[in-house]
């Protein structure tokens, strides 16, 4: 679920995994892993992703209502 909302919150900015890792400082593939959910986002990448893309950790993770 994490990966499917991480996906959809990058094309709601109109971003490519590649400008978002990037701006990660990580290779396309290694946030590719993000998105498809074989790698785990650590507490710093959180709150990274949340803060680019305009969202809170809660929505990420599918909290909000």
């Given amino acids: 679920m994490v990966g499917a909302n ?3 919150a990058r094309k ?3 971003l ?3 400008e978002v ?3 990660m400082l ?3 593939q290694q946030y590719s892993r993000f998105e498809n959910g074989v790698f785990q986002l ?3 990448q959180i709150l990274a992703l949340c803060k680019l893309y305009g ?3 809660n929505t990420l993770f599918g909290i909000d209502p």
Avoid: F, H, R
């Fill in 26 to 28: 990580m290779t396309q």
């Fill in 12 to 14: 709601d900015m109109g």
């Fill in 16 to 18: 490519t995994q590649k």
């Fill in 55 to 57: 969202v809170t950790p």
């Fill in 42 to 44: 650590n507490y710093e």
């Fill in 21 to 23: 890792a990037a701006k």
């Fill in 6 to 8: 991480l996906k959809q």
